[in-house]
């Protein structure tokens, strides 16, 4: 089974699970095409073993250069020009005319490869102007939360109608996706969950004797993320005497307001921004840790959770959107409400006082991913998905 995927940016840290998707279902005997709209977010000597397979594979779409795409435009041109016409009108319409330009690149390119299918993440408004002008079909893995914020803005629907069939990552994405495209559009929607490799993130042992108690947040720095929460909660406990630190993994557009908070807060010497860290650095700062937080005001299914389950390190998260998919309060983490930096506290200040607590949740988590997001049966899963769709 050839298949063409489309992604945003390619290999990135924050996506590291579409690197272990497309590798694991290589893996399956599926031939898997990669295009990516933006080149890696690395320089090549920083990405990993992995990553620099890939990255040599892949067709980076805004790098094709000007002769590429005038090629590819004009060949459209002359082979489907009422289809180019009609999706350079509507992309005028639309305000898409850059989106077009990279459509149609993507076609050309599809179709120098015979490729007849092309499923996305995170680019799938370029995805359906190429099955608008190209004789493909398309399928689209929707995440969220930011996808299903403004379905209007979004077309989720038109999108939906446009798919041969759309991937929810989680439940809660699934009932948006449901809501927004109507009954009729329902047989098309499928429920394929992310997982990661428990062997790539083994149990960590339990820290015991504690001289500072490690905090990690793994994600991008974004008012989404809620991290500002996530500060005023610290200083909480450092102002009742806590002797805790805290460890941002990743870097985003808030990191200069979050460093100036912190300063402002007096944190400065319990705080560490790491930026992005390739997956060798982030498994050594997760077993380093005794509790991953995260306290977002929306969430999809995040990766980063499982990750740190899986090496049975407790979580403290916050109640909203997929995380409770992931995470049962008070079996194998813990859920506060978002925005309550007391409540966030409060939580970790449980799993400070209690050795136990940390060892039954971390063992308990760890045990969920394998029955439920373990990365070969998720896979195998999705394989099964795109042959029964595309057979």
Not at 287 to 298: G, I, N, Q, Y
Not at 322 to 338: A, C, K, N, S
């Amino acid at each position: 089974m050839r298949i063409a995927y489309l992604v945003s940016q390619y290999p990135a840290v924050n996506h590291a699970f579409m690197l272990r998707e497309i590798r694991s279902l290589r893996g399956r005997g599926f031939e898997i095409h990669v295009a990516s709209i933006r080149r890696p977010d690395r320089a090549f000597e920083a990405l990993s073993g992995a990553e620099r397979e890939e990255e040599r594979g892949t067709h980076y779409v805004k790098s094709a250069g000007l002769a590429q795409a005038a090629v590819a435009h004009l060949a459209t041109f002359v082979r489907r020009p009422i289809r180019y016409l009609h999706g350079l009108g509507e992309a005028l319409d639309e305000g898409n005319v850059l989106y077009f330009v990279e459509a149609v690149v993507v076609g050309h390119w599809m179709r120098g490869h015979e490729l007849r299918h092309v499923h996305t993440h995170y680019a799938s408004t370029v995805g359906v102007m190429v099955a608008r002008m190209f004789p493909v079909s398309l399928s689209i893995t929707f995440h969220g939360p930011a996808e299903f914020a403004d379905a209007r803005e979004g077309e989720l629907a038109e999108k939906v109608r446009a798919s041969l069939f759309a991937c929810a990552i989680s439940r809660y994405g699934l009932s948006q996706l449901m809501c927004a495209c109507g009954y009729q559009e329902w047989q098309k929607l499928e429920l394929t969950p992310l997982g990661i490799d428990p062997a790539e993130f083994p149990a960590r042992p339990l820290r015991e004797a504690i001289s500072a108690f490690r905090m990690i947040c793994v994600g991008r720095l974004a008012a989404v993320k809620g991290q500002h929460v996530l500060l005023a909660a610290l200083e909480r406990l450092v102002k009742g005497g806590r002797n805790v630190e805290l460890q941002f993994v990743g870097d985003g557009p808030d990191r200069q307001s979050l460093e100036r908070d912190v300063e402002s807060r007096g944190l400065s010497g319990c705080v560490v921004f790491q930026g992005n860290v390739n997956q060798d650095r982030l498994r050594e700062l997760y077993r380093e840790s005794d509790v991953l937080v995260l306290a977002s005001f929306a969430e999809g299914l995040p990766v980063v959770v499982m990750e740190a389950m899986a090496m049975e390190i407790p979580c403290v998260a916050t109640w909203v959107n997929g995380i409770p998919e992931i995470i049962t309060h008070e079996r194998d983490g813990l859920l506060v409400p978002p925005g309550d930096a007391e409540a966030l506290a409060c939580a970790v200040t449980r799993l400070m006082d209690d050795p136990a607590l940390r060892r039954e949740l971390g063992e308990k988590a760890r045990l969920k991913v394998l029955e439920k997001f373990h990365l070969q049966r998720n896979t195998e899963h999705l394989a099964d998905v795109f042959r029964r769709r595309l057979q």
